[in-house]
């Protein structure tokens, strides 16, 4: 399964993506923090039946890496 991620903001303090199962059904939403990486925000679990929270879990987990070697991307993905 392949989870994606969408930019949908950004600015100094912080970033927020969109991720989900289909690309255009992207329903939950998190918030990153560039000047603490490890200060995240879930602010909307996605409803999508394929994305557990571990899934979840692990698109946080790729954002704040991507944040801290500054490879932000306005579309990324991984791989469960």
Do not use: W
Request: proline share 0%.
């Amino acid at each position: 399964m392949i989870v994606l991620m969408n930019l949908l903001e950004k600015n100094n303090e912080y970033v927020i993506y969109s991720y989900g199962y289909e690309e255009n059904k992207l329903d939950g939403r998190i918030k990153i923090y560039l000047d603490d990486f490890y200060n995240y925000e879930i602010i909307k679990e996605s409803k999508d039946e394929h994305i557990s929270k571990s899934a979840t879990l692990k698109a946080i987990s790729k954002l704040i890496k991507a944040a801290k070697n500054n490879d932000l991307k306005k579309e990324m993905s991984y791989q469960c």
